[in-house]
Each structure stands twice: as structure tokens, then as C-alpha cells.
């Protein structure tokens, strides 16, 4: 599994995707999917799922919110053919669409309230 979704994010970044970019999934219920559904996470694209069911006019608006690019099931094949390459995770936030900078993650206030009994 590691392997296929190491190839579909090669072949995603490939098709021009990067972090932050938004990517639209019409996919069925296999393992292919949920691994496209994985690499397209491991890029650090917006993951937008389309389900079956849908209107035309709901699809349309769907694909309307900035989505650089539409994966079908019969696209995924074509995603598979990259030379996988090496998946990493460097436990630091993605860096931020536009900027050489890393997100920032913030912490809450300290004077917050708490909203849960301790």
C-alpha cells in the first residue's frame, strides 16, 4: 500500500499538484482510491470528495472551489506509472502555499476558557 500511494503521489505531483492546491476525487470504494485519497494527503492538497449521487449542478459547484485538478477512477491507473518517490515526514508543518516559510502552528491562549470540567 505504501508503495502504490509513494507512485500516485509522484504521478499527482507530476500533474502539477502541489501543497495547498485543491484536488477533487470522484472515486469508487477500492484500495486504489483510498490510496489516492492518501498521496493526494501526503502532497498536502485540500482533498475534496465528490460523492456518487450528487446533482450535476452540486458537482459543478464543487469543481467551482478552486480545484487545480480532478482525479476519476480511470485516472488513477495512469498515476500509478510514476517511479515512486520516497515518501517523508519530517514531523514540521507543510510549508505555506506562496511562502519559503513554514506554516505556524499556534497553540491556544492561556486565558481561554476552558469549555470542559476538568
Do not use: W, Y
Not at 23 to 33: M, N, R
Not at 41 to 56: D, F, M
Not at 62 to 67: M, P, V
Amino acid at each position: 500500500m505504501l508503495g502504490l500511494v509513494a507512485r500516485i503521489a509522484t504521478g499527482l505531483r507530476a500533474n502539477g499538484l502541489s501543497p495547498g492546491d485543491g484536488i477533487a476525487l470522484l472515486l469508487g470504494v477500492t484500495p486504489e482510491a483510498f490510496a489516492t485519497i492518501l498521496a493526494a494527503h501526503a502532497v498536502g492538497a485540500r482533498v475534496v470528495g465528490v460523492r456518487p449521487g450528487l446533482t450535476e449542478a452540486q458537482v459543478e459547484h464543487l469543481l467551482s472551489l478552486d480545484i487545480a485538478l480532478v482525479v476519476r477512477d480511470s485516472d488513477v491507473a495512469g498515476l500509478t506509472k510514476a517511479s515512486p518517490e520516497p515518501l517523508r515526514c519530517t514531523g514540521k508543518p507543510a510549508t505555506s502555499p506562496g511562502s519559503s516559510t513554514p506554516a505556524a502552528a499556534r497553540a491556544r491562549p492561556r486565558r481561554a476558557r476552558r469549555r470542559t470540567p476538568r
